[in-house]
């Protein structure tokens, strides 16, 4: 079974600080995704990657950056956290060709206060 | 922008009964959808896709319906049980994926 963790379940951050968020996976897949989800939005595209050392920007971007230094590890980054990025954060990861089969890990949920 | 979105927001069922799920699509272009599932705490589940060239396609005790004429898309449970409640939401693709805001299914024992 394909597994993708996340570093935190839970997260508290005061405005201003930075965060990392990291998320790993165990079989080799070569695209990862974050994503942030919100009651009554869904699940919204922040940024992916289809290599290492690659990325590309989803739907909502500002206020992020990721970093993909080895294969398995996506991680997230706000530079700045401010509280309108409370939110669930999920990573999922799929085999290069095979985007719908998704593997989601099993989200943080950062509060920023 | 793409819109995709569910019928309603909450769904209570009896224990044995059939569920049914529905989303609601804008992009006629979407080729591919997928349904999810989400327990309390924990990320989405893949549970059943389906392609545009189909308007039916079973799994385990689950169905999902694709009317592409008024761009619908359903999950139907049969027998649902307890394990079943969760949030369920869909995923339509296009350029990429969209998702939907979800479901949240009850069973009632």
């Known amino acids: 079974d394909v597994k993708v963790t996340q570093s935190s379940r839970y997260l508290v951050k005061r405005t201003g600080e930075k965060v990392f968020l990291e998320c790993v996976q165990d079989?080799?897949?070569?695209?990862m995704f974050w994503y942030r989800q919100d009651p009554g939005l869904g699940l919204r595209l922040i940024y992916f990657?289809?290599?290492?050392?690659?990325?590309e920007k989803g739907d909502i971007p500002e206020g992020y950056s990721v970093s993909r230094e080895k294969k398995e590890r996506f991680s997230l980054i706000l530079e700045s956290a401010s509280t309108n990025q409370t939110s669930m954060y999920l990573c999922a990861s799929v085999e290069q060709g095979r985007d719908y089969e998704q593997y989601f890990g099993p989200g943080t949920r950062l509060t920023v206060t | 922008g793409e819109s995709v979105g569910l019928h309603l927001p909450t769904l209570s069922v009896q224990e044995g009964d059939n569920s049914i799920i529905n989303c609601a699509y804008s992009?006629?272009?979407?080729?591919?959808f997928i349904w999810y599932k989400q327990e309390s705490g924990k990320g989405p589940q893949f549970i059943i896709d389906?392609?545009?060239?189909?308007d039916k396609r079973q799994g385990q005790r689950v169905t999902v319906l694709l009317n592409k004429t008024v761009k619908h898309l359903s999950l139907q449970i049969a027998a649902t049980q307890p394990g079943d409640s969760a949030v369920y939401f869909c995923a339509e693709n296009s350029d990429q994926f969209y998702f939907g805001t979800g479901t949240s299914l009850t069973v009632i024992p």
């Open positions: 079989m080799d897949h070569e695209n």
């Open positions: 389906i392609r545009s060239n189909m």
């Open positions: 992009n006629s272009a979407s080729d591919y």
């Open positions: 990657s289809y290599d290492v050392k690659m990325k």
